[in-house]
């Protein structure tokens, strides 16, 4: 059979067409494929290219009839029905019935296969959007039977849609409920099932088709790597819950930073270890935590700097004594992702290696302590079922974990492992233990059992943290055996003194004395041991304690007292200090000083008349220092230096010129504020709406005009000195209030600041008014003037203190003849004036008058003639003078004056003067001193 016998057109091939005419008949058209017909004419399937190619591919012989090689598609065919349904009465009539000729034309067929292209190609595009879906589908007709099967399906199951094809779902899946949902119509959603070694999760939903159950289609996840996610999650989780329950159980400290030296975490055992809370450390960095004193040093920082673990020793800022060693942890790049740091409390080891090296045992000896002081771990579960311990667990017990991995503490206990169990102490009691135990090798050791519950409140784990105490044990041992000794050393020593010796706790309670203690001051130890010092001082067993004072000034003190015997002894009280620093023992020191109490006396009669010359001296160089010469000057200048000790607010008051601010500076230079500035300020010098910058300060841009800087004022720049305000009875009422609390509350705000400053200032004003009757005025207020007015001083008017002219006149002469470069005098006469002149301007008026006699004056001396230009000098009381009269007083001293004045302008000396007059050369100085004549 020739193709042309085969082929009913250049479009159709029948079923029996063998390989080789079906492959010439692609050679000569050009086209995709070719439909294949049975023996009644009707389209049964399709042919391509590629099909010839892989038949060739498997050897089939080229005779071989098409109808073996074609693929099955139930949906092409089913597709080729509904044609087939449509163009029926068309194929009938287009039929030619001539005789010979049966077969349907070319066009018909040509029409037939243009539809199938276009069929093929949409079902081309289709099948590579269906198999693009990433989720394996499967798809399923009305019988049962597999009609869709996508290539994600093939990847995950191996198994071809081709082999797949008009198979029954069944027979390829046995476990699919594909069948049910056809036979149900429910949709199952997200059922879960395994295929081989798959987890897969499906939703099955039924296909509908003229409103009737056509098929079914099963949509899939392939979620075997989330449930390997999962499984290693749940892991994850137990072994975190595992190294959370072993971080806090753990008896040594753990601190955990990340790369940065960052903490991230600490546990309990931390915090008991260096008494430094969770707070002070977790989110800050090592490096913040050691620059401020947290701790002396960080291993953490070393280990960083090194890249490998380190060990060291550091002080927490508690004072407890540390041993770190500081592990890195690496990422897969190599760089440090966290520093674990294990801690452990070395103060009381130290400390007893303090101990053993003051009585004289090896530090070895302590090593060995160190050495067998790491831990150990044990985990056993609710039902105390070992579940792992440590290698430190192996060492210290010398238990293997192949002895206990697997087992219950009970057997383990039974069977003589251990003499008893913290595990199953916890596991009775529900609560946290500590026992100790000892283990078969003989080990003795404290064991510390804490129990992990889960969500429910059942105890799931307990950790046990495990010690050796055995070496500590016998150490404490021997330290006592040691101790004991000392003691029968001590008591040797204690009895064998002299002196006598006291000794009482912390709370001054009595210990013990010694004999020597008996004989100094007559009283008997019974009547003393275990009694306390304040009701043995109450009692007036004795006058007073210095084992009291020594508690109360937290130090060494020494004093005298006396016994109810009458004796007197000299005793030094001594506090000891634990390694916390709170006092356990008092030990006094007692010596009879019956005979030193004259000398006592008699040094402090000496110290009583060393501060009075003391204080005397002072006054007489203030008194140089000040040029005075009246009582009342000395008077005042005397209180000035006792009050110039203390920080009280001075109120000093007087005329204009009487010397107010010399009193001030007087103040300032015998303070204890010496060292540091006097600021002067007049308050009725500066305008008032400047005083308050002046003296307050500003802050920046508080007012037009002001400095962006700011302003320091005169308060500040005072701070831990002296501010003088003179003239204080100007200052405006607004800003006395804001005196007032400086002085009550001893801060300051800037003008226009909002945060107080506060400053330590003492304040001294100076008045020339009232201020009692400003106060009733109402110009000044009451409560500034109270205090202000802590300690009043007022200066006296130079008129009330005329002995103090002829002083201070020549005082003022010698100045600006030195300052001139003069050396002029005054006369008698002149002196005289200046006596009986009331002086309203007071000091400052006369050191004017005499600078402008100085400058002003012709001769060498001044007289009265050079008055004549002044004419308000001229005495007031003029009603004696009148008539001639001179009071007996002045005239006398007018005389005295004038023989002294005539004796210096011949005299060299105050001696020679002394010989002219027959009188002493001490009468001479001070009378000299009285007028104011100069040799």
């Not at 063998?18 to 009707?42: A, G």
């Amino acid at each position: 059979m020739n193709s042309s016998e085969t082929s009913l057109s250049p479009f159709v091939v029948r079923y029996d067409t063998n390989l080789q005419d079906v492959s010439s008949i692609f050679k000569r058209n050009d086209i995709e494929f070719l439909l294949v017909s049975d023996e009644k004419k009707q389209i049964i399937g399709r042919i391509f290219p590629q099909n010839i190619v892989e038949a060739n591919d498997i050897g089939l012989a080229p005779d071989t009839p098409v109808q073996q090689i074609m693929p099955s598609n139930p949906q092409f065919i089913e597709f080729i029905h509904e044609l087939h349904l449509v163009f029926e009465d068309s194929f009938a009539s287009e039929q030619d019935t001539s005789p010979g000729n049966n077969y349907i034309k070319d066009s018909y067929f040509h029409l037939i296969w243009q539809l199938c292209r276009i069929w093929h190609k949409n079902a081309s595009e289709w099948e590579a959007c269906f198999n693009s879906i990433y989720n394996p589908v499967i798809s399923i007709d009305g019988e049962g039977r597999i009609n869709l099967l996508n290539r994600a399906l093939e990847k995950s199951t191996g198994i071809s849609a081709s082999e797949a094809r008009g198979k029954k779902v069944t027979d390829i899946f046995t476990n699919s409920k594909l069948n049910e949902v056809l036979t149900t119509g429910q949709t199952q959603a997200t059922r879960k099932i395994q295929y081989q070694d798959k987890i897969l999760l499906t939703n099955r939903t039924p296909l509908y088709k003229n409103g009737r159950i056509a098929g079914a289609v099963a949509v899939l996840q392939d979620i075997s790597e989330l449930e390997h996610i999962a499984e290693e999650l749940a892991r994850t989780r137990e072994l975190n819950r595992q190294l959370d329950a072993i971080f806090e159980s753990s008896f040594d400290g753990l601190y955990l930073t990340d790369g940065e030296g960052n903490t991230l975490r600490l546990n309990q055992g931390f915090v008991r270890i260096t008494g430094i809370s969770m707070e002070e450390c977790v989110g800050s960095n090592m490096r913040e935590l050691v620059d401020t004193g947290v701790f002396s040093d960080s291993g953490t920082l070393l280990a960083l700097e090194k890249q490998e673990r380190t060990t060291i020793t550091l002080v927490a800022r508690t004072g407890k004594e540390v041993l770190v060693t500081s592990t890195p942890i690496f990422d897969e790049q190599g760089n440090i992702a966290f520093i674990i740091t294990n801690v452990r409390d070395i103060t009381e080891l130290n400390e007893l290696e303090r101990r053993l090296k003051h009585i004289g045992l090896r530090d070895r000896e302590l090593d060995t302590i160190l050495d067998s002081s790491f831990d150990g771990i044990f985990i056993t579960d609710g039902e105390a079922n070992t579940l792992r311990l440590n290698q430190a667990f192996e060492r210290i017990t010398g238990v293997t974990a192949q002895e206990c991995v697997g087992r219950n503490m009970k057997e383990l206990v039974d069977e003589g492992y251990f003499s008893g169990s913290g595990t199953l102490l916890v596991l009775e009691k529900r609560e946290r233990a500590t026992i100790t135990l000892v283990t078969r090798t003989g080990k003795e050791v404290l064991v510390t059992s804490t129990p992990i519950f889960d969500d429910q409140g059942n105890i799931m784990l307990v950790v046990t943290n495990v010690r050796d105490i055995t070496e500590l044990n016998e150490l404490e041992r021997e330290f006592k055996k040691m101790v004991g000794l000392r003691e029968r050393e001590l008591d040797a020593v204690f009895e064998s003194s002299y002196d006598g010796l006291y000794i009482t706790d912390g709370e001054a309670n009595t210990l013990r004395l010694n004999e020597a203690f008996e004989r100094i001051l007559g009283v008997k130890a019974e009547e003393c041991i275990g009694r306390n010092m304040r009701e043995l001082v109450a009692e007036g067993v004795y006058s007073r304690s210095g084992t009291l004072l020594a508690l109360e000034k937290q130090d060494q003190v020494t004093i005298t007292l006396q016994a109810k015997t009458g004796k007197t002894a000299l005793v030094t009280s001594t506090p000891i200090r634990d390694e916390h620093g709170n006092i356990i023992l008092v030990v006094t020191n007692v010596r009879d000083i019956s005979e030193l109490n004259e000398l006592q006396e008699k040094l402090g009669h000496a110290e009583e008349l060393s501060r009075f010359f003391q204080s005397e001296l002072q006054e007489m160089k203030l008194r140089t220092q000040c040029v005075i010469h009246s009582s009342k000057m000395r008077e005042l200048i005397s209180m000035v230096v006792r009050i110039a000790a203390v920080d009280s607010t001075v109120l000093i008051q007087g005329e204009s010129g009487v010397g107010k601010e010399l009193v001030a500076n007087t103040i300032h230079s015998n303070s204890n504020r010496r060292e540091q500035p006097m600021i002067k300020i007049n308050c009725g010098a500066i305008p008032e709406n400047l005083l308050e910058s002046e003296l307050f300060g500003y802050e920046p841009g508080a007012f037009t005009g002001a400095s962006k800087q700011g302003k320091v004022g005169m308060f500040e720049v005072a701070d831990q000195g002296i501010l003088f305000l003179d003239e204080i009875g100007d200052l405006p009422l607004s800003l006395q209030v804001k005196l007032l609390r400086v002085l009550q509350d001893k801060e300051i705000l800037r003008v226009g600041g909002t945060k107080p400053i506060k400053v330590d200032v003492r304040i001294i004003a100076g008045t020339n008014y009232n201020l009692k009757e400003m106060v009733e005025k109402k110009l000044f207020r009451k409560d500034l003037f109270y205090r202000l007015n802590v300690i009043p001083i007022t200066v006296p008017p130079l008129r009330e203190r005329r002995e103090d002219i002829p002083i201070l006149a020549n005082h003022f002469l010698d100045n600006f003849n030195q300052k001139h470069g003069m050396n002029k005098k005054l006369s008698g006469s002149i002196l005289a004036y200046f006596m009986e002149y009331d002086w309203p301007g007071n000091v400052r008026e006369l050191e004017n008058l005499v600078e402008r006699l100085v400058v002003t004056s012709l001769n060498q001396t001044i007289t009265a003639h050079d008055l004549s230009a002044w004419s308000e000098l001229k005495p007031e009381n003029k009603s004696d003078n009148e008539h001639g009269i001179v009071r007996l007083q002045d005239a006398l001293e007018n005389t005295e004056r004038r023989i002294l004045e005539n004796a210096f302008s011949v005299c060299k000396s105050t001696y020679e003067v002394a010989r002219a007059l027959g009188i002493s050369q001490p009468t001479v100085v001070r009378k000299a001193a009285k007028y104011g004549i100069r040799g």
